[in-house]
């Protein structure tokens, strides 16, 4: 099984890091070689959390993600996408697009983090992640074959595209209107990667302004 590959280093503040304008290219952040398709109504700019529910640096990122997304302005689409390096990443992906399918992934999101970081399951299992999704009303014969769908299959794959079009390599990263990546060593620490996500928000409004 793969490891996330991007280590995290100790908390460096970023002083001053207000807007767009402090952001050094190569530092802060990197510029995809190939955009990323984007999904969002005029006017909105997407920011994607690629993920593992296995990464435990992705676990640690939830919450100062999560203060942040509670702040942010109406023009932000926010989505996760779960990343897809074969094995266990790809079962815990299925995990996740099947929890969409059946209307429950807002309410197992947390819940499917923690179970494996703090309860010290592994959820690989399609019995045992059926298993779970019970507690959330659904049935464990729906989630098998939510999981085992088509359609579930299908966004895993083009998950996995996205995936090589990012050409991400490791674990947690956020991609900023399918074209700046912020990941814990351009960030200096997981903290910091929301504030370099919303600076560089306020690069692509600077830019559509243009």
Known sequence: MLKPLMLVLAGLALPGLANAQNLVEGEHYEVLP????????????????????????????????????????????????????????????????????????????????????????????????????SDYDVSEEEALQALDSFAVKSRVNQANTRMRTMRLMGVPALMVDGRYLVTPSSAGSLANMPQIAEALVDKVREEREE
């Open 34 to 133: 190939e955009a990323v398709e984007t999904h969002v109504e005029e006017g909105q700019i997407e920011v994607t959390e690629v993920f593992w529910y296995g990464c435990p640096h992705c676990y640690n990122l939830e919450e100062p993600l999560n203060a942040w997304l509670a702040e942010t302005p109406d023009d932000i689409s926010f989505q996760r996408m779960p990343a897809t390096m074969g094995g266990d990443w790809n079962k815990h992906a299925r995990a996740f697009y099947a929890a969409e399918a059946l209307g429950i992934l807002d309410a197992i999101h947390d819940d499917f983090f923690h179970a494996i970081h703090e309860d010290g399951q592994r959820l690989t299992d399609s019995g045992d992640i059926a298993d779970f999704f």
